[in-house]
């Protein structure tokens, strides 16, 4: 039936179970799905209806012929959401102009809200908490497009709208179109190294532009001794400070997104009694390659970001 997957055909009575997505898994008519998907080029044409359909995955959406649960992406698509597909951009040179674009708006997200936070420090504006609410708000709400809900096309678009907004990750920036020859797994891995040292290097280049910063000016990079022992209240703000609330920011927008990436290497689903990692079906959960990433690299995002950071900021 349309929106179910045959993962047993050598035995009888043969196995299915329902696809992730539905509209990935074509196949005889199916009144359970009616009046939910439909055809790309004709939206009159209810896929769950359609007669003398052949079983197999729905490569107009994208997905790969023969792979489990018909949940992988064809060369040349993108994984969007949890379980859907969307074509890269055509030309190459397109992909890349949108990974800039999508750095320069994160510096320039970054920038503004250093500068008005350096600018109100010490102060209790209600600006700054206005800010702060609406950011909360994006994170939470973009959130939502991740929940196993069949969110509208629209709805799916706006959730990453908010989340470009309120988190640094591949709402702005996504590789994926950029390495089609790798598999959903391989690219996933390497993102998790990524993202594990990311945190650090982005730390150390902003401390390198705060101290060249403070070279160029002449100005002092923290409070003298003498200050220090003179009073503890915070008369003037040093290079220092502002070096603290841009990594605090930093991290501020990024931790969603660090702890999206770390649960995602614990994350299976279950077929046939059979554990596989969501973001790529195809890879065992039991795999030797899988245990060797949750060891060194899941078990230490957990510890130093999800837990890690909430820690040292308190």
Known sequence: LF?????????????????LFPDACLGAPNREFVKKYYDLNDTSIDLALVKNMNESCNDKYGFKPFSRLCHTCVRNYRRVGLHQCKPCPSNAGINWFLIVLGLVVIIALLVVLVIMTIAEAGKTALSESIQKCILNYFQVASLFGKFPLRWPGPMQDFFDFQGAFSTIGEHLVNPDCTAIEASAAELFYAKQIAYLALPVLLICIVYIIWRSYAYRTGKEWRRSTDEKERTAIRTRITIKDKFVVTVCILIYLFYPTLCQQAFGLFTCYKVNNESYLLVDLEESCNSPRRITYVIFIGIPQLILFVVGLPLVGL
């Open 3 to 19: 929106g179910y997957y045959r993962y047993r055909s050598d035995v009888i009575p043969t196995n299915f179970t329902q696809c």
